[in-house]
């Protein structure tokens, strides 16, 4: 493994630890704070949704990457020469 990608390991490592850091401190501020059965819901569909139109967005882009269609919207590609 290279210098770079040791330097990018340890940057990615240190940003997980400090957002688990941070998370635990939010919780534990806001414990008190209590969720009723709307919210959970709210919470619930909230993720799922996000996760579907996340999920549906992927694979546009790999569906338009297979298909051509980012080589007509890019014409400053350079493109192997044709016979």
Do not use: Y
């Amino acid at each position: 493994m290279g210098k770079g990608r040791l330097v990018i390991l340890v940057a990615l490592t240190g940003i997980l630890i400090a957002t688990g850091v941070w998370m635990i401190l939010i919780l534990n501020q806001t414990s008190e704070v209590e969720i009723g059965k709307h919210g959970w819901i709210a919470l619930g569909l909230g993720t799922f949704f996000s996760i579907v139109i996340g999920c549906g967005l992927m694979a546009l882009m790999f569906i338009s990457s297979r298909n051509g269609h980012d080589e007509a919207a890019d014409p400053f590609r350079k493109r192997p020469p044709s016979n």
